[in-house]
C-alpha cells in the first residue's frame, strides 16, 4: 500500500495550490527530497498546468536526478504543450549522462514536432539510433509526425515505409501530414491502402480524411466516411461533425452540411463558422446571415474567423448593407480588430456591387498601415467588373511596385492595359514576364468517379481516352453554337490569333472534366469539378449551354465560390 505522503498526493490531484500544500508537508516531514515523491508531484503539477518555475524548483531540489524523473518531466511537460521545457529537460539527461527510453525519445519527438524544430528533431533522431531505437514502432510514430508537420512529407514516408509494424497513430500522422502539406491525393490514396490492409480507422483519420475529400472535391468517398461512421455508430463529436460540415459543403451539398449541423448535439464556434462559411461558398448571404443571428441568440461569441465568413458571403450575394454592418458589430460590439481577410472581403464586397469608389475611400481611410496584396487584388478585380481601366491601371502599377515579384500581378497588368487600349504597354509588361521567365499559374480541374480523382490542365493530352474525350468536347461545343453559344475571347491573353483564342479556349481544363464526366456518369448524375483558379468569364458561359444540350446540372468549385448550372443558368446570377 501506497505511504501516507503518497496518499496525500493522490488526493490533492491536479489541483495546482492543494499539491503546494501537500509539498510544503513533504519539506517539513523531511520527505521534501523523496524522488519518488516528487516524481508524482511532477506528472500532477504539469497536469495542473502548473507554473514552470514551480516546475524547475520541484526538479532542482532533487540531489540526483535519475532516469524515472528526466523521463517523467519529458513526457508530462510534452504531454501538456511545455514543448520547450520538454527539449531542455532532454537536454539535462544527455548531459548527466542518463540514457533516454523508448517513450523519453517519443515525448521529446512530439515536443520537437509542437515547436515545428526540424533542426533539434534530426538531432534526436540521430541519438534515436545510435541508442537502439531506431525499429521501435512508438518513437517512429512519432518521427513520422516531426517529419510531416514540419513539411518533409518524404522523410515521412520513408521513416513510415519501414515501419515493421504501423500502429493507427502512425497511419494518421502520414495521412495528415499529406493533407496538411496540401497532397490530398496521397492521404486518400494512402487512406485506401489502410482500408485494403484490414486497419481499422478511428475517428481522427476520419476528421483528416474528410479535410482532404473537402480539398479535392471527392464527394464519393466522402459519403463512403459519413456511411461508415454511421453504421459502425461512431460518435459524431464537434470535431468530427464539423469535418462533416466542411466536407459537404466544399463537395457542392449544402443542404446535406446543414443536415448533418442540425444533428450535432454539442456546437462550438467553429461548428457554427464552418455552416455560415458553406453557406456563403454557395452564394446563400441570407441564410449565411440568419444562421448568425441563431448563433448569437445561442450566446455564443463569434471570432474573426466568423466574421471572414460572414463578410465573404456577403460579397458573394451582393448584400452591402448587410455586410456593413457586420464590420460595424465586429468592431463597436465584439471589439474585434479587422484583419487582412476582413479587408479584403470588404473591398471586394462593396467593389463587385459597383460601389469602386467607396471601396477606394475604404482602403485609404479604414486601412491603417499599408493594404496588403491581395487588398488591392480585390480592388483590381472591381476596376476591371466595372471598366474603371484607369483606376485599374494605377492599382494594378502599385500592385507590381509592392510585389515585383509575383507573375500574377504582371498578368493582372496586362490584362487591364489591354482593356483600357493600351497595347504597347501589353508588349512592354510581356517582354519584362519573358525576361525574368514569368509564367501563369497553371489551371487544373478535377473530377471525382467511383471514388478515383481524375485532373485535367488546358489542352491535356495525359489521359488514356483522350481522343473520346476531345471527340465529345468538339460535338458538345458545337451543339453548344448551333443554340446560341459564341466563344468570349476576351478571357485569354491577347496575343493569340483568333484561331489560336477559340482552340484555347475549346480546351480549358474544365471543360475537358465535365466531357469527361458527362462521358463516365450516369445521365441523371450531377457534374462536380474543382478548379484551382477563377473560373474564366468564356467556361463560365459555354457551360450555361452545356447544361442545356447535355441536360445535367453542373457544379463548380472555382478559387472563389461554388457554381451551380442548371438548365441554362447559374447559382451566382453572373455575380461572381
Known sequence: S????????????????????VHGQLIVSGAGCSRALLTKLVNLACAAGSPLRYLRRIFLSVLNPDSFLFSSLIKSTSKFSFSLESVLYYRRMISANISPSNYTFTSVIKACADLSSLRIGKSVHCHVFTSGYGVDSYVQAALVSLYAKSGEVGVARRVFDKMPERSI??????????????????????????????????????????????QMGAVGLGCWVHNYIIGN???????????????????????????????????????????ISGYGMHGYGSQAIELFGKMRACGLKPNNITFVALLSACAHAGLVQEGRQVFASMTQEYALVPGVEHHVSMVDMLGRAGYVIE?????????????????????LGACKIHKKY????????????????????????????????KMDRVEVVRNIMIRNSFKKQVGFSTIDIDHKTYLFSMGDKSHPETNEIYQYLDELMCRCREVGYVPAPESVMHELEEEEREFALRYHSEKLAIAFGLLKTSPCMAIRIVKNLRICEDCHLAIKYISVVANREIVVRDRLRFHHFRDGACSCLDYW
Not at 501506497?2 to 500544500?21: I, M, T
Not at 466544399?250 to 449541423?261: D, I, L, M, Y
Open 2 to 21: 501506497h505511504s501516507p505522503a503518497f496518499q496525500a498526493l493522490l488526493q490533492a490531484g491536479p489541483r495546482l495550490k492543494l499539491l503546494q500544500q
Open 233 to 275: 455508430r461512431f460518435d459524431v463529436n464537434v470535431v468530427l461533425g464539423t469535418a462533416l460540415i466542411n466536407m459537404y459543403a466544399r463537395c457542392g451539398n449544402v443542404s446535406k452540411a446543414r443536415e448533418v449541423f442540425d444533428l450535432m448535439n454539442e456546437k462550438n464556434v467553429i461548428a457554427w463558422t464552418a455552416m
Open 359 to 379: 471601396a477606394y475611400r475604404f482602403i485609404k481611410e479604414m486601412i491603417p498601415d499599408e493594404p496588403a496584396p491581395a487588398v488591392w487584388t480585390a480592388m
Open 390 to 421: 484607369d483606376l485599374g491601371v494605377e492599382v494594378a502599377e502599385h500592385l507590381l511596385s509592392i510585389e515585383p515579384d509575383n507573375p500574377g500581378h504582371y498578368v493582372m497588368l496586362s490584362n487591364i492595359y489591354a482593356l483600357a487600349g
Open 169 to 214: 497513430v502512425a497511419w494518421n500522422s502520414m495521412i495528415s501530414g499529406y493533407e496538411q502539406n496540401g497532397s490530398a491525393m496521397e492521404a486518400i490514396s494512402l487512406f485506401n491502402m489502410m482500408r485494403d490492409l484490414g486497419v481499422e480507422p478511428d475517428s481522427t483519420t476520419f476528421v483528416t480524411v474528410l479535410s482532404g475529400c473537402a
